[in-house]
């Protein structure tokens, strides 16, 4: 089953009013549910079948690989420490963030701006919908983890505020 296949199954059954489907094939497993408002959560599971105990996995050696310059433990122990002081505002969902209402208005907010809670930080749109992040905190933005128009996963860090 192809994911478009899927998105067209989502959409069928948030319209048509259903509560809950699950649809089983041989190897896909699917349940949408729908809640308030109309919208779907979909569960989707692919069974792989399992391989055989007896044939064990082939091992190919690797090639030798540079290691590449790695941030000193002392530098990684201070940034963290200095992220620590912040509130990270997080994506709640998959989809792609944009920082304007639109391409030809100014961005929501930018570092050093100072936000209240509810205001506007954002929007991720998924599957045609443009969903509106808000704060959480009232403080200053310290830092923009995402670029403009870059798909986000669900609880992928967005911005850094600084509540004092």
Same mark, same amino acid.
């Given at each position: 089953m192809e994911l478009k296949d899927i998105q067209n199954l989502i959409k069928f059954v948030a319209k048509s009013g259903a509560s809950e489907v699950k649809l089983e094939m041989e190897?896909?497993?699917? =349940? $949408? @549910? /729908?809640?308030? +408002? +109309?919208?779907?959560?979909? /569960?989707?599971?692919?069974q792989i079948p399992a391989m055989p105990a007896a044939t064990p996995p082939a091992v190919t050696p690797a090639a030798p690989v540079e290691a590449a310059p790695a941030?000193? %433990?002392?530098?990684?122990?201070? !940034?963290?420490?200095?992220?620590?002081?912040?509130?990270?505002?997080? !994506?709640?969902? $998959? &989809? /792609?963030?944009? @920082?304007? %209402?639109?391409?030809d208005k100014p961005v929501f907010?930018?570092? &050093?701006? =100072?936000?209240?809670? +509810?205001?506007?930080?954002?929007? $991720?749109?998924?599957m045609k919908l443009f969903n509106e992040i808000e704060s959480e905190v009232s403080g200053k933005i310290v830092k923009v983890l995402v670029d403009d128009s870059s798909p986000v996963e669900y609880d992928q860090p967005l911005y850094l505020i600084d509540p004092s």
């Open positions: 190897d896909v497993k699917i =349940t $949408i @549910r /729908t809640g308030e +408002g +109309g919208k779907a959560e979909t /569960t989707y599971i692919q941030a000193t %433990p002392a530098a990684e122990a201070a !940034s963290a420490e200095d992220d620590s002081k912040y509130v990270t505002i997080k !994506s709640p969902m $998959i &989809g /792609t963030f944009y @920082r304007k %209402p639109s391409p907010c930018e570092v &050093g701006d =100072t936000v209240a809670v +509810g205001d506007t930080l954002c929007i $991720i749109e998924a």
